[in-house]
Structure formats: C-alpha cells, structure tokens
C-alpha cells in the first residue's frame, strides 16, 4: 500500500489556496496600512536578543508599513547598509510562514541568525556556523520539496560571502546543519550518527528555509551561533554579548548587500551583451 502519512503525500506541484499576499493585504486593510516594500535585506532573529539590544540604539526604528499579524520590524542601519530584522520567529513553520510574506513583500535576501548545539566534537565553542545543507529531520521542508535526507542551500554564492564576511569576527566554519522540530528529543545515538556524518550543529530553521527558497527562487542563508553541547563543561547557551551579536548583523548585512550588488552587476552585463549592437 502507498504511504499515506499526510506529509509524504503533499500535493507538491498544486498551488495553495491561502498566500502570503492574502494575508498581508488583510492586515493592511485592518490597520490601515499602505502597500510598502519591506528592506530587500532582512533578518530573522530566532532568539530575538539580537532585537532585544537594538530595540533602544541610534538608527533603529519600527518599519511601521510592515504587513503581519505575527511579528514587528525593526528597520536597522549600520555602517550605512539598512535592513530589517524581525524577531523571534523561532522554528522551521514560524520562520517559513515570515519567510513567505518577507519574499512577497519584496525582500531580496533572507537571512536567518540562530543559536544552535555543537554537533562535531571537533567544533570550538563558541564559533559561528553558515549552513551549506541542512538535514531535514523537520516537517515544513516536505510542503515545499520531495523527501530526502537532506537539502542543499539554495544560494552558495551567498554562503561564500557570509562565511568571508564572518570570518573577521569569530572562529566560522560552513557546512551540514541537523534541523530538528523536537530539540528534547536529541538522543545520543542521533547525535552520534550525525557527527558521523560530518554535521556541524544542531538548530530549528535551516532544513525549512532552505526547501521554502529553492521552491520559491528565494534567495536564502542561514548563520549558526554555535553556544552549547552535551559534553561542553563551560559555560552554555552564551553567544555573546550584544555588540558581539551585532558585529554579526553587520557582517551579515554587509554580505547580503554585496551579493545583492554582484547579482544586479550580472543582470546588467547579461542585459548589455543580449541586446542588439549599440543597446
């Protein structure tokens, strides 16, 4: 018989019957709002103590045309570069569903930034983590992509820049995340199987936002703040103080700004060599 478990059996290739345009559209009509692009950066801030430390600082300020029943945005400018942060959307199906109005509502790069478990012995702690691929031990990737062990990210160039951008401000390493919907429920043997296989960390978002981006040609990245582990015996659960956190954001956005910039060079050159002489 065919495995009729509900999230096998998604009708992939059907579209749905409630977007992400619809709702926005709903919270504009309720609150009055205009119909404004968001930041074409912005950042999900799962933990939400990134936002905790902006919420007061110079150069932030609510993006009040923001559509969303859920979440606030705080519009944030550092070093010149603006973007948009919006907190707490912890989890694959909290994060997709932002994720989804983000992209319809303009966003040109999304960008998670979540804390996570060290998975490979090997890893220091703490130390930051891009993920390149992301293990989908979640459900929300499965309403976007067919089953598989894993999901690669949508979006490589990114990862490189993220990983060059961070690497003035901690210990960073790319690779294989382990996304989980159940974080009590890690068991050892889990654990020991997907160091095996050269995962880095454990964390709650990357698996789903990768899956939501290929399907949507969303362009997508995911940084870890690695700060805790099983068999770490100092401190846990630190990923640093709130300037720390926000050199973060700042090499995040500066990253995401230049791959947006070398997209549009490319676009433009493409453009100029596709047209007719003298165009």
Do not use: K
Request: net charge negative.
């Amino acid at each position: 018989m065919p495995d009729t478990t509900p999230l096998l059996a998604h009708p992939l290739d059907a579209p749905s019957m409630f977007r992400p345009a619809d709702l926005m559209q709903a919270v504009r009509e309720a609150r009055g709002l205009t119909d404004a692009p968001v930041p074409t950066v912005c950042v999900l801030d799962f933990d939400g103590d990134l936002s905790d430390g902006l919420m007061h600082g110079p150069n932030v300020a609510p993006v009040q045309t923001w559509a969303c029943f859920h979440t606030q945005m705080l519009g944030v400018t550092l070093d010149g570069r603006h973007c948009g942060v919006v907190p707490r959307t912890i989890g694959g199906p909290y994060a997709v569903l932002i994720a989804e109005q983000l992209h319809a509502a303009g966003a040109r790069v999304i960008l998670g930034l979540t804390s996570a478990g060290r998975v490979a012995p090997a890893l220091p702690l703490p130390c930051i983590v891009v993920a390149d691929r992301a293990v989908r031990d979640e459900g929300t990737s499965l309403h976007y992509l067919p089953a598989s062990e894993t999901v690669q990210t949508p979006t490589p160039d990114l990862v490189d820049r993220l990983v060059r951008a961070l690497d003035s401000v901690a210990p960073v390493r790319r690779g294989c995340v382990w996304t989980t919907d159940a974080p009590y429920r890690e068991t050892e043997a889990q654990i020991r199987r997907w160091a095996d296989a050269d995962v880095l960390a454990v964390e709650m978002q990357a698996a789903s936002l990768f899956a939501f981006g290929t399907a949507r040609a969303a362009q997508v990245g995911v940084v870890a703040l690695v700060s805790n582990s099983t068999d770490h015996t100092g401190d846990q659960f630190d990923t640093g103080e709130h300037a720390y956190r926000q050199r973060v954001l700042s090499a995040v956005v500066r990253a995401a700004h230049d791959f947006i910039a070398a997209a549009d060079a490319t676009a433009c050159h493409e453009a100029g060599t596709a047209g007719p002489p003298g165009t």
